[in-house]
C-alpha cells in the first residue's frame, strides 16, 4: 500500500522548534517532487515548502523563509521540515505531499500532489 505518513508535530511555545519528518511506503521518494502543506481552520489548504524531485533545490513560502529548512533523506525515504523560531500564525495541520509528476520541480498548486499523509497537528502557544 502506497501511503505518506507524517509525524513530528506537538504542542510547542512561541519561538521554540519541531521536526517534522514524512516516511513513505510502498513508494520511493527519491526523485519526486516532495511538499509541505498546512491548513488553519477556516483557510485554505497553504504550500509552505517543497524539495525538488530533480536537484533538491527548496522552495519555501515568504512567512517561513529563514525559519523553516526542508531536507531529503534518500536512505530513509524520509522527507523531514525543521521549523525553528515558530509563531503563533504557524498552527495549522501539516500535511506531506508528492507530486504527481516524476522527477519535476516544486509546484505550490496541491492539485499537482497525487499522495497525500494524514496530517499532523502543530500547535504554537503559550
Known amino acids: 500500500q502506497v501511503q505518506l505518513v507524517e509525524s513530528g508535530g506537538g504542542l510547542v511555545q512561541p519561538g521554540g522548534s519541531l521536526r517534522l519528518s514524512c516516511a513513505a511506503s510502498g513508494l520511493t521518494l527519491n526523485y519526486y517532487a516532495i511538499g509541505w502543506f498546512r491548513q488553519a481552520p477556516g483557510k485554505e489548504r497553504e504550500g509552505v515548502s517543497c524539495?525538488?524531485?530533480?536537484?533538491?533545490?527548496?522552495f519555501y513560502t515568504d512567512s517561513v523563509k529563514g525559519r523553516f529548512t526542508i531536507s531529503r533523506d534518500n536512505a530513509k525515504n524520509t522527507v523531514s521540515l525543521q521549523m525553528n523560531s515558530l509563531m503563533v500564525e504557524d498552527t495549522a495541520v501539516y500535511y506531506c505531499?508528492?507530486?504527481?509528476?516524476?522527477?519535476?520541480?516544486?509546484?505550490?498548486?496541491?492539485?499537482?500532489?497525487?499522495?497525500w499523509g494524514q496530517g499532523t497537528q502543530v500547535t504554537v502557544s503559550s
Open positions: 524539495i525538488s524531485g530533480k536537484d533538491d533545490s527548496a
Open positions: 505531499a508528492k507530486r504527481r509528476r516524476f522527477y519535476s520541480d516544486c509546484s505550490t498548486d496541491p492539485r499537482e500532489y497525487d499522495i
